[in-house]
Antibody
């Protein structure tokens, strides 16, 4: 069974750093891109970008470029989302998702349970 | 930046047909995908490549496209189908984008 398990909820203060994780199982982690999606409280889904764990190639949405960093440790099938200095506006639920590609398209077919990040001053 | 536009809400009675639209200039050439998100849960893919249904998704869910509009149809909507539905596609350069989401109420 394909599974993505994310790390637990975090409560942090503005200016602090944070790294959350997404561990894959039931599939060859290095064969798939992993995407990150933000959902602010009461709002919709926002595509943040993707990482290819095999070589850590990354693609960021312009809205998130420079604000976050994606990384991965393929030896433990885990992808990470990192902030160096949190802002209150980073308060949101963050999802990781596997990008499954056919010959004609790609879609996010499996999702993590989400990690709630709360940032306060 | 490119946007795909959905109505904020759709409401139907149980057993009726619910239709949720997604409008975008690139949709004639780019696939639409649909995700269902129930309260407090992660999104689930219900339609991919405009009209294909992943295994495990009930047959009452279907997708279609016409010009710059994609439509998710739920035939005989059930109370358990309540939630938010998101259209997902890409612009002409392949940059991904989610629609703003549509809240489906079945009551």
């Amino acid at each position: 069974e394909v599974q993505l398990v994310q790390s637990g909820a975090e409560v942090k203060k503005t200016g602090e750093s944070l790294k959350i994780s997404c561990k894959g199982s039931g599939f060859r982690f290095t064969f798939y891109w992993i995407g990150w999606v933000r959902q602010m409280p009461g709002k919709g889904l926002e595509w943040m970008g993707i990482i290819y764990p095999s070589d850590s190639d990354t693609k960021y949405s312009p809205s998130f470029e420079g604000q976050v960093t994606f990384s991965a440790d393929r030896s433990i099938s885990t992808a990470y989302l990192h902030w160096s200095s949190l802002k209150a506006s980073d308060t949101a639920m963050y999802y990781c998702a596997r990008l499954f590609c056919t010959n004609s398209s790609c879609s996010y077919d499996s999702w993590g349970q989400g990690t709630l990040v709360t940032v306060s001053s | 930046s490119y946007e795909v536009t959905q109505p904020p809400s759709v409401s139907v009675s149980p057993g009726q047909t619910a239709r949720i639209t997604c409008s975008g200039d690139a949709l004639p050439k780019k696939y639409a995908f649909w995700y269902q998100q129930k309260s407090g849960q992660a999104p689930v893919l219900v339609i991919y490549e405009d009209k294909k249904r992943p295994s495990g998704i009930p047959e009452r869910f279907s997708g279609s496209t016409s010009g710059t509009m994609a439509t998710l149809t739920i035939s005989g909507a059930q109370v358990e189908d309540e939630g938010d539905y998101y259209c997902f596609s890409t612009d002409s350069r392949g940059n991904p984008v989610f629609g703003g989401g549509t809240k489906l109420t079945v009551l």
